[in-house]
């Protein structure tokens, strides 16, 4: 029979639902995707770049349903091929979902005709599938799924490996990376380019058996070696403007570095940078106000050149007015910890307002001691914000005493009518025969010129904290009320009573009028 006078506009409807459907998913699908596809990118560019002190061609199975790498991300998929392909660790990818056949999931109502689907306004592969019995919610679902599944083929072919899906028989699937494994014959050669401009470099195999067919990455980024932290192409930039950038600043920035002792060997170094509000420019959007910042700091070892590890981001804020006020009165403050092993280190810090395209670039070198015996102190943490915390954690925040998390002060401003807090920490106190507990005194002292300016405050210390290590705490506050305006110091006196030991510190800080 002759379709009704509806047919064709009520097609045409139905296919542009099914594409903004389509859109609508992929929208969604990119926005969760990019949370988890970070994680992974960088779990894998960890577990190649560790294997790559291991001689010989190395093999990394990876199940996954797949997921999605919007255009922002494509540097950093890229870095973990190269990465990957530098340790000479070879992906191979099997595909967890298992088989993926047309079956409808949506759970919709089938046309009873079976050309009730079928319209000049739908894609041929529309066209089949709607036959099949499937809605635009599974043609959606299925077109996601070759999304997330393309990037699963661009990790495992670039490095060598495979991507092996639409099978349950995961023996089968080991099976056969196996047999490819078995057949590997490794190639090497040292380009006469010696330029790492970060061009791809296309590598073609050929073989001259008819019968053999040749698995290989298609070619390489020329990418100094030392480099092992993905960065993207303005990452990169930023860093080779470093030096000019750090002469040259256009953004005030206070930089503080603290570091504290763990369990396992290594500490946690907190990285702290403020900067005055009136430097940025603020976006007005509505009742919001939008700050945009992008942080970049890079790691490595004294004298060397090759990066450990990355901090930072791009952070884009939308303030309301309470924040924004708030802020106005105080500092835009940034903090994010780092894990480092006993050593010398030098800090490499960017910091980008976007919308003035005011920058700061700032080294700072990092010297942690291997542990000992020896009776240590931390360097001290000058503070006028303490945070209440909702709960205390066995292992809290390595700024933190009991319940409260203190914010360290980079610029050391303060005013009188604030409360100066001190924060350090003190490692190997002897402890007394008689009660087994160590016993420690430490007295703070405010000069200003050369003179005392005020009393000297005299605590002790006797409850010690046996996680992550054994440790004392000094967590006080001393009144500014009355002091004039001008350039202080606290000098700090820790005495270990039980063995006799001294260690003294001075920290600056002013006071503003």
């Not at 409807?13 to 992929?26: D, G, K, S, T």
């Not at 072919?157 to 023996?171: P, Q, R, W, Y």
């Not at 007015?321 to 010398?344: C, H, T, V, W």
């Amino acid at each position: 029979p002759a379709p009704g006078p509806g047919f064709n506009g009520s097609a045409a409807a139905q296919a542009l639902i099914a594409r903004h459907v389509l859109e609508q998913y992929i929208q969604l699908r990119s926005a969760l995707s990019s949370q988890q596809t970070r994680p992974v990118l960088a779990a894998l560019a960890a577990i190649a770049e560790g294997l790559r002190s291991i001689p010989g061609k190395k093999t990394l199975v990876m199940f996954s349903q797949g997921f999605v790498a919007t255009e922002a991300l494509d540097w950093q998929v890229q870095s973990t091929i190269d990465i990957a392909n530098r340790a000479n660790v070879a992906i191979y990818i099997i595909d967890s979902g298992g088989l993926t056949g047309g079956a409808p999931t949506s759970g919709a109502l089938v046309s009873g005709s079976p050309l009730g689907g079928i319209s000049g306004g739908l894609e041929m592969e529309q066209r089949r599938r709607s036959g099949a019995g499937e809605s635009v919610f599974d043609i959606t679902r299925q077109e996601g799924l070759n999304r997330q599944q393309d990037l699963l083929y661009r990790i495992s072919e670039d490095t060598g490996g495979h991507f092996i899906k639409n099978t349950n028989d995961i023996a089968g699937g080991l099976e056969r990376i196996d047999t490819e494994i078995r057949s590997r014959y490794t190639l090497a050669y040292r380009s006469t380019d010696s330029n790492f401009d970060g061009s791809f470099r296309k590598v073609k195999i050929e073989v001259r058996r008819p019968d053999a067919n040749v698995l290989a990455r298609a070619g390489y980024y020329a990418i100094p070696p030392s480099q092992i932290i993905p960065f993207s192409p303005d990452d990169r930039k930023l860093l080779a403007s470093f030096a000019g950038m750090q002469a040259h600043p256009t953004l005030p920035l206070s930089l503080e570095l603290n570091s504290f002792r763990s369990r396992e060997g290594f500490y946690i170094v907190p990285l702290s940078f403020e900067i005055p509000p009136g430097a940025v420019q603020f976006d007005r959007k509505g009742d919001k106000e939008r700050l945009q910042l992008e942080v970049l700091g890079v790691v490595r070892v004294e004298g060397e050149d090759r990066i450990l590890s990355r901090l930072g981001g791009n952070f884009d804020v939308s303030l309301t007015p309470l924040q924004y006020e708030s802020i106005l009165n105080d500092k835009i403050f940034f903090r994010q910890d780092m894990q480092l092993y006993a050593g010398n280190y030098t800090v490499d810090l960017i910091v980008r307002d976007r919308l003035s395209g005011k920058v700061a670039a700032r080294q700072e070198k990092l010297v942690l001691p291997a542990a000992g015996s020896d009776f240590l102190a931390t360097e001290a943490v000058l503070s006028r914000h303490a945070e209440p915390q909702k709960q205390t954690s066995r292992n809290g925040d390595v700024l933190s005493e009991g319940n409260v998390q203190i914010r360290p002060s980079p610029s050391r401003e303060f005013h009188s009518t604030d409360n100066l807090i001190i924060f350090f920490k003190l490692y190997n106190a002897a402890l007394a025969g008689e009660t087994g507990r160590p016993l420690v005194r430490v007295t703070v002292t405010l000069m200003k010129d050369g003179k005392q300016a005020a009393r000297p405050l005299d605590y002790q210390l006797t409850e010690p904290a046996t996680e992550p290590v054994l440790h004392l705490t000094f967590a006080k506050y001393v009144k500014l009320t009355g002091l004039p305006a001008g350039k202080y110091s606290a000098v700090i006196e820790s005495r270990d009573i039980v063995q006799q030991k001294v260690l003294k510190q001075e920290a600056w800080f002013v006071i503003l009028p």
